[in-house]
Structures are given as structure tokens and as C-alpha cells.
T-cell receptor
């Protein structure tokens, strides 16, 4: 396993611009999660995919946010018309159910995150 | 709704000593998991230890162990023989057990910043 990867690691943008982040989960993990973490806080759930289906979205995910997971592999999170309040670390996590190759059932493995700064 | 509370924003421990981080949670679920995750400065979140609620035996992973008190809804983490590399933010997290396609989102506490002093 190469682990969960995220791209870019850092993004600085001006207010009003659109940004897109990518997450590549551990291969063959069918479940993928996006979380947002602001400074000094624990991560908060944003949305969840099982394969290509988006099964839950948090109320934190405003209309300006959209996420996709085409073909059930990588996922993208897009934020339109960014606001300063969107500045945060965006984390992606994946897990397999049933468990995959020695990994424990229902344990989520996190990527390094994308740190977004909106000026 | 589930909540997770970590009442210690910061803690400090001397190298080689033992420290305990506290976590309490609230849920009406009967089947769930509890986790401790570690987030070193500017590095990614990694799993430290996990506990299944149906197991009475406390989980142990090398120097890390938990004290799981289900009735009290308490889940503390003990780190023995603390090392400089243990310096990190530690998050306690709750997840209900999986049923079909139901979301297994993690509910995190606000974290405890642990500093291991040489």
C-alpha cells in the first residue's frame, strides 16, 4: 500500500476564486471521507463516498462545495467562490469494508491533507 | 448525536515518564469503536490505538494502552516510557459500528497537545 495521497499539499488563493483538491485513497478501499480541520480543532466530517456513490453530506458542506468520486477511485473536492472562512486543512481518509490485507475493519487511514489559505 | 470531549488542551511530560490523556464521549449507540489518533506537527494523522466497544479487554499497542470504561463513557490513553517522538496533538474519536452502507464518520474531540520534554 502506498497510503492515502492528496494533491496539492498547499493552496493559496484569492477570495472568490475556485479551487479543486484531489484525494487518492489506498487502492481498493471502497469508502472515502472528506474532513475539514481548522486551527486548534479536531477534524469535522464533510462528506462520504461508498464506491462512486456520495451517501452523506454534512450541513457544513454549503452549496459552494461539491465532491465527486468517479469510478469509485480518486475523489475531488471543489470549492467555488472561496471565502476567507474556507481557510482550513482538508483531510481525506479511506477504509475498506471488509478489511483489506491486514488492515483493521473500519479503521480510517488519513492522507497528509491540503492546507487552503484564502486571502 | 454523539459528542467527544477532551478536557486537557495541553499536557507536558518528561521523557521516559508516563502520561495519561483523558477522553469522554456521549452516545446512545451500543456498538461502536473508539480511536486515538496522533497528529505530529505538520505531519499527517496516524492511528495510535483502537477499541471495539463490545470488547471488555483494554487495547494495548506497545507503549500505548487505553482504559476503557464503557459505563462511564470514558476512554483514556496511557503512554508509557514517553519519547520525544511522541510530541504531537492527540485526538480521541468515536465511530459507530458499520451497518451496510451507513456512514462510518469519525467524531473527533478537540485534541490534547502533548509535549515530551527532554
Amino acid at each position: 500500500d502506498t497510503g492515502v495521497s492528496q494533491d496539492p499539499r498547499h493552496k493559496i488563493t484569492k477570495r472568490g476564486q475556485n479551487v479543486t483538491f484531489r484525494c487518492d485513497p489506498i487502492s481498493e478501499h471502497n469508502r472515502l471521507y472528506w474532513y475539514r480541520q481548522t486551527l486548534g480543532q479536531g477534524p469535522e466530517f464533510l462528506t462520504y463516498f461508498q464506491n462512486e456513490a456520495q451517501l452523506e453530506k454534512s450541513r457544513l458542506l454549503s452549496d459552494r462545495f461539491s465532491a465527486e468520486r468517479p469510478k469509485g477511485s480518486f475523489s475531488t473536492l471543489e470549492i467555488q467562490r472561496t471565502e476567507q472562512g474556507d481557510s482550513a486543512m482538508y483531510l481525506c481518509a479511506s477504509h475498506a469494508n471488509p478489511p483489506d490485507r491486514g488492515q483493521e475493519a473500519d479503521t480510517q487511514y488519513f492522507g497528509p491533507g491540503t492546507r487552503l489559505t484564502v486571502l | 448525536a454523539q459528542t467527544v470531549t477532551q478536557s486537557q488542551p495541553e499536557m507536558s511530560v518528561q521523557e521516559a515518564e508516563t502520561v495519561t490523556l483523558s477522553c469522554t464521549y456521549d452516545t446512545s449507540e451500543s456498538n461502536y469503536y473508539l480511536f486515538w489518533y496522533k497528529q505530529p506537527p505538520s505531519r499527517q494523522m496516524i492511528l495510535v490505538i483502537r477499541q471495539e466497544a463490545y470488547k471488555q479487554q483494554n487495547a494495548t499497542e506497545n507503549r500505548f494502552s487505553v482504559n476503557f470504561q464503557k459505563a462511564a463513557k470514558s476512554f483514556s490513553l496511557k503512554i508509557s516510557d514517553s519519547q520525544l517522538g511522541d510530541t504531537a496533538m492527540y485526538f480521541c474519536a468515536f465511530m459507530r459500528a458499520n451497518y451496510g452502507g451507513a456512514t462510518n464518520k469519525l467524531i473527533f474531540g478537540t485534541g490534547t497537545l502533548l509535549a515530551v520534554q527532554p
